[in-house]
């Protein structure tokens, strides 16, 4: 398998529908999965129905020394990637924390996510294509100088959430710039409201809202579209939602502490670059 697509949470609802589409195409795709037990089943049937090969590698994003180890196995195995989708993401009811200390939220969705991302650069294909996921939650997001400052007594899992969406989304944004003249695209992808297990909110309204809501949001495999145009796009800078998409708003391309971020995450990440 000398070129591939990485699809990070790909033994989820929405990743399986990704990995489906994409395998079904006759691409070579490695599923990078948290849970190689449960999702192995998955791989195999995949390979079973779809013209592309499918493999599964160990990849957990709250821990930076198993992306280490997942960039490291790439690049050993000789790997070229075509694509990275940036699929994996979830939503913590309470607080927790990442084997490096950070919140769980933000330590996945972002922290983890970025580290995988600069060590997979090496990696990619010219005209390659890299695509984050973003949603809507990233317009009440706040990214200021506190953002790594989640703790137990302050946490709320919108708050969370919707600030490792902004974060990623500001990260887009800035790649997007850095690699164009690397000529490799860098997008967001906005699912949109899917029938997930994230929407599932353990309050006593989800009897209510299961049956009156859900039947009315999309599933994953309507959600997965926006993955898949970003992916196959030769466009950067832009959010996809579904087959349209659209420039990242100019108060994200150009937050106040895009600059910070970035290099404040860096720095935080900087003993598994090397």
Known sequence: MSVCTIITGAGGSIGSAITRAIANEGRNVIMACRNIT?????????????????????????????????????QQEGISVEALINNAGI?????????????????????????????????????????????LTRYIGKVDNKF????????????AYSRSKLATTILTAHLARQL?????????????????GMIHMDAWFDPIADRFFRPFISSPEKGAISALSASASQVSGMIFNKNKYSSIPSQITNHKYQKWLINETHRRIAPWLK
Do not use: W
């Not at 490096?100 to 330590?107: A, D, F, L, Q, V």
């Not at 969705?109 to 890299?130: A, K, V, W």
């Not at 790594?148 to 708050?159: E, H, I, M, P």
């Open 91 to 135: 939503m913590c009811k309470e607080y927790s924390t990442t084997d490096n200390g950070y919140e769980m939220t933000m330590g996945v969705n972002f922290i983890g996510t970025y580290l995988l991302t600069h060590l997979l650069l090496p990696m990619m294909q010219e005209r390659g294509n890299i695509t984050f996921t973003t949603s």
């Open 148 to 159: 790594f400052d989640l703790s137990a007594s302050n946490y709320g899992r919108f708050k």
């Open 180 to 196: 164009a003249p690397c000529n490799i695209h860098v997008n967001a992808a906005d699912p949109g409201i899917v029938n997930t």
């Open 38 to 74: 449960k999702d192995t089943p998955l791989c195999q049937q995949l390979n079973d129905e779809c013209r592309g090969t499918v493999t599964i590698m160990e990849l957990n994003l709250a821990s930076l020394d198993s992306v280490a180890t997942f960039a490291h196995r790439i």
